[in-house]
């Protein structure tokens, strides 16, 4: 195992705006709530000092689910096992799960590891069989009902592949399920287990659990909501409803593509050390740095970006920056760091279904792009 070294660094933290880019964070992070957001909270980091930014009803140090941002820690703890050897980007999925990805056209002796990790391999998506995340009345029979890894990939061998292998693009948490059964095929150990002892421990993220059945964000939190598309939905208009507390639920439909609950400033510290090659050795950091392209969808929300192995680079006004977003019920997690790890942005929505107000227009890109750009370029 890498022997990761927390840091301490002493920085002062502002956590009422004055001028200058705080003021405009602040701005930024008003005008968020009329996109739709219950509550904002931001906080940057740097060498020099921290900022935090908030707007409506949430704690300074709110807990939160961050969604896809797991898939980071995710991909990290892989690498590390690759850098030890112990397994190849390049091996066949069905050199560590035999027999488990088949049917349908999907077939594991074709994919590699690194596809997984970049979502290149074809595999469908196991979400497409959950239709109660994504109906109201389902959802609030079935939020506590949980999952396993195992299942999930199962549920997925029921659909068609989306592509051959390497020869497109397409986000599937299947990929992310798979490189958590892969990582305890290799360690013996769960994948929390791992993610824990190889990356939360040693960089003191004392605010980051991985929660598995338990269906509790910690104190303290904002109260996370969620908005069901309505009859007359569309892809341009998803007609939501009222908002639902969403706050409680069993995550490991999450599992670790999506699945860990954390804070701002423990994001940003595992952003920043990851950067700093703090997490990864050099060549296994430039692995993860390795992007190929993403799909139109994708791109339409961050003009520019690629994806590497858990990790997309997006270009900003000050040549861009590395991240991971996460949306699940009740929360909607946007992030970046520098490249050389000298700033970084950890932006948390305690809802993943904005709701415009009336007469504010809809944004040409992910709500959160502007005011990442602030954070990391201002």
């Known amino acids: 195992m890498?022997?990761?070294?927390?840091?301490?660094?002493?920085?002062?933290?502002?956590?009422?705006?004055?001028?200058?880019?705080?003021?405009?964070?602040?701005?930024?992070?008003?005008?968020?709530r009329r996109q739709g957001a219950p509550a904002v909270l931001l906080e940057v980091d740097t060498d020099r000092r921290d900022i935090r930014v908030r707007s409506g009803d949430v704690p300074w140090r709110a807990h939160f689910r961050i969604g896809s941002f797991t898939?980071?820690?995710?991909?990290?703890?892989?690498?590390?096992?690759?850098g030890e050897?112990?397994?190849?980007?390049?091996?066949?999925?069905?050199?560590w799960l035999?027999?488990?990805?088949?049917?349908?056209?999907?077939?594991?002796?074709?994919?590699?590891?690194?596809?997984?990790?970049?979502?290149?391999?074809?595999?469908?998506?196991?979400?497409a069989g959950m239709p109660y995340l994504f109906d109201q009345k389902l959802f609030e029979e079935h939020r506590y009902e949980g999952i396993t890894s195992l299942e999930a990939v199962k549920l997925a061998m029921t659909f068609p592949r989306e592509f051959a292998p390497g020869t497109s693009w397409n986000y599937s948490n299947t990929n992310y399920m798979l490189a958590g059964l892969i990582i305890e095929k290799v360690t013996g150990h769960t994948w929390r287990a791992e993610v824990r002892d190889r990356i939360v421990r040693p960089l003191g993220l004392t605010e980051t659990?991985?929660?598995?059945?338990?269906?509790?964000?910690?104190?303290?939190?904002?109260?996370?909501?969620e908005r069901f598309p309505g009859p007359d939905a569309?892809?341009?208009?998803?007609?939501?409803?009222?908002?639902?507390?969403?706050?409680?639920?069993?995550?490991?439909?999450?599992?670790?593509?999506?699945?860990?609950?954390?804070?701002?400033?423990?994001?940003?510290?595992?952003?920043?050390?990851?950067?700093?090659?703090?997490v990864l050795k050099p060549a296994q950091l430039a692995e993860m740095k390795r992007t190929v392209a993403?799909?139109?969808?994708?791109?339409?929300?961050w003009p520019g970006a690629r994806y590497g192995l858990g990790l997309v680079f997006v270009p900003n006004s000050c040549g861009g920056s590395w991240s991971h977003g996460g949306d699940i019920h009740g929360y909607k997690t946007r992030n970046g760091v520098k490249p050389d790890g000298s700033r970084s942005v950890v932006v948390t929505i305690n809802t993943d279904s904005l709701k415009r107000d009336a007469g504010v227009p809809k944004p040409a890109h992910d709500v959160t792009l502007d005011i990442i750009d602030t954070a990391l370029c201002k």
């Open 2 to 32: 890498m022997n990761l070294l927390a840091t301490t660094m002493v920085a002062a933290t502002l956590t009422v705006p004055g001028g200058g880019p705080a003021a405009t964070l602040q701005r930024q992070a008003d005008e968020l």
């Open 98 to 127: 035999p027999g488990l990805v088949r049917g349908n056209g999907n077939d594991g002796r074709q994919i590699t590891v690194r596809q997984l990790l970049q979502h290149t391999s074809g595999l469908p998506d196991y979400l």
């Open 85 to 95: 050897g112990r397994l190849s980007l390049e091996d066949k999925v069905d050199k």
């Open 294 to 301: 993403v799909s139109d969808e994708f791109r339409a929300n």
């Open 234 to 278: 569309t892809p341009e208009d998803p007609d939501y409803g009222e908002p639902i507390d969403a706050t409680r639920l069993n995550p490991t439909w999450g599992g670790a593509a999506g699945e860990i609950i954390s804070t701002v400033d423990d994001g940003n510290t595992f952003l920043r050390a990851l950067m700093r090659g703090r």
């Open 71 to 82: 898939k980071t820690y995710v991909a990290a703890t892989l690498l590390q096992l690759v």
């Open 209 to 225: 659990t991985l929660p598995g059945n338990n269906p509790n964000v910690p104190n303290p939190h904002a109260t996370g909501y």
